[in-house]
């Protein structure tokens, strides 16, 4: 069988350190056994850890996709796993409060099970030794996923590799997967429901995650939005456009009732919703999930459409108007509003606006400029960069600035406070974490950030995408465990953790019983 390698840019995106003042009074090995818990249910934290404490070793390559509260979804390679899947990258459900990281696997007769697990190392020059069967060739392709209070809803595909062992040492051509999504309960991790979203879904342009698929709650989070797409005009080409209740996963609207699958359609996400380009006619459509309806853009440009609001640009302006700026709107899909956006818009967020972590914060944090490592010079050849902060449907940002001479990296937002991290500069590779109030503009803290060496392309500056009240989650460098919070001390230094009586338990899928300032 031929390896296959996930990740291989973020190989040692575990080795990522925070280094700050507060830590001095803490030996990192406390905190990757037992963090400290927040001093209230939505304490907004001010220091953490200056290592990862999950995954818990810097061997294990991991991605967040999914954060609240204490826990994590996301992939990670565990040894363990490598019986089971490709080089063991599989789906994890992780309380960082342990912290522990349950994997789910697949038993020997392709039932989908969960087991706790432990971060011994990748182990990966073993891992032609502990090939034993057919299974080892089963490949994970990482899905979106979503947490609630009680459970975690992961979308996950795989596929079987081919045999054939003759051709060259580099990664095979990307593979249509078998999808489906798992309901799984966090107490737990019993699989309560699962259901097949596509027998034949295009994995994109990544190994190991998928890069064209959405998944969000409905404002009453009683249903769950999935779109996916391979964005190619074709014949026959898969697609997802999903309203499933969070309940049972049944579906209650599925976008193939109105875009069906014709021949030279191009399909494209937009987040909760999924647009329909026919070569043979004039214009868009956009079919919307959270209501199931449909309108035909002749002159808009969409961008995304996100908690319950759809975003995007006039490009309606004649010839003769053309000098004009362009002008971008927000539409409530419930109540009909639409709200004029300012000139910002377009040159804020190109097309980067759904976040790589899914987590409780709505609002749309976007670097200016392409994408986070974008750099303007003025006059005086000095590098600016920038970042805009706006609330779901608000005309204008709640922040917006550029800095001189520092780059932004990304930026997380926990209630009023925004966590925005800087690439380093300089030799030294010091960077930046700022902490700031989004209604006033003023900074609330900052201090240096020792960011450890990577083979990534550019690894200067830790990828910050979501803040809980238990710490900071990077969609690639890992869980970083709050020390201290805001208007709180910090805690006492945490015991060891009790070793536990029973073995890891391996859980079967069965139901449950009932229970707007610049600066």
């Not at 063991?88 to 349950?102: A, E, F, K, L, N």
């Not at 190994?207 to 964005?231: H, I, K, P, Q, V």
């Amino acid at each position: 069988m031929r390896r296959r390698t996930f990740l291989t840019a973020t190989a040692a995106a575990g080795a990522a350190v925070i280094a700050l003042p507060v830590m001095n009074a803490y030996s990192p090995s406390w905190f990757r056994k037992s963090p400290p818990k927040p001093p209230t249910p939505d304490a907004a934290p001010s220091a953490f850890t200056n290592e990862p404490t999950w995954p818990t070793t810097e061997t294990t390559t991991a991605t967040i996709t999914a954060a609240h509260n204490r826990y994590l979804c996301g992939g990670a390679t565990i040894s363990e796993a490598q019986k089971y899947f490709t080089e063991g990258w599989c789906p994890v459900i992780v309380d960082v409060s342990g912290p522990t990281t349950r994997a789910i696997l697949l038993d020997n007769n392709g039932t989908w099970i969960t087991k706790v697990v432990e971060h011994d190392s990748d182990d990966r020059e073993n891992y032609y030794e502990k090939e034993a069967s057919a299974s080892d060739r089963t490949t994970i392709v990482l899905g979106p996923a979503l947490l609630d209070d009680d459970h975690a809803y992961l979308v996950i595909g795989s596929f079987t590799e081919p045999e054939d062992t003759t051709s060259s040492s580099s990664p095979p051509r990307k593979e249509n997967t078998s999808v489906v999504m798992l309901k799984i309960r966090l107490s737990d991790g019993a699989i309560t429901t699962s259901t097949t979203l596509s027998e034949n879904f295009p994995t994109g342009y990544s190994d190991d995650t998928y890069s064209n698929m959405y998944l969000s709650f409905t404002e009453d989070r009683s249903a769950l939005l999935l779109t996916g797409s391979d964005d190619i005009y074709g014949a026959d080409h898969e697609y997802i456009g999903l309203r499933l209740s969070t309940d049972d996963l049944s579906t209650h609207f599925d976008a193939h009732s109105i875009i069906g699958n014709q021949p030279d359609t191009k399909i494209t996400s937009y987040g909760q919703a999924l647009g329909a380009t026919y070569q043979s006619a004039k214009g868009e459509t956009i079919v919307f999930l959270t209501n199931g309806t449909q309108e035909t853009a002749e002159a808009e440009f969409s961008y995304i459409v996100r908690d319950g609001w759809y975003y995007y640009m006039d490009v309606s302006l004649s010839v003769e108007n053309r000098d004009n700026a362009a002008r971008y709107y927000a539409r409530n899909l419930t109540s009909g509003q639409t709200i004029e956006l300012d000139d910002t818009w377009g040159s804020d967020t190109g097309n980067h606006v759904w976040p790589d972590i899914a987590s409780d914060q709505q609002t749309i944090i976007t670097t200016i400029g392409k994408d986070s490592t974008s750099t303007v010079k003025d006059s005086a050849n000095t590098v600016t960069a920038g970042l805009a902060v706006r609330p779901p449907g608000a005309s204008v940002p709640a922040l917006r600035w550029r800095r001189e001479n520092k780059k932004v990296k990304r930026a997380g937002i926990l209630g009023d406070t925004l966590y925005v991290t800087y690439s380093s500069t300089d030799s030294n590779r010091n960077a930046r974490l700022e902490l700031m109030s989004v209604s006033t503009g003023e900074t609330i803290s900052e201090a240096d950030a020792k960011i450890a060496e990577s083979t990534t392309t550019d690894s200067s500056g830790l990828d910050l995408t979501a803040v809980t009240p238990w710490g900071l989650a990077s969609h690639r460098n890992g869980f970083y465990a709050a020390t201290s919070w805001l208007d709180s001390t910090p805690g006492p230094a945490p015991s060891a953790p009790t070793p536990p009586t029973t073995p890891p338990s391996t859980t079967n899928s069965t139901e449950p019983s009932p229970s707007t300032t610049e600066t």
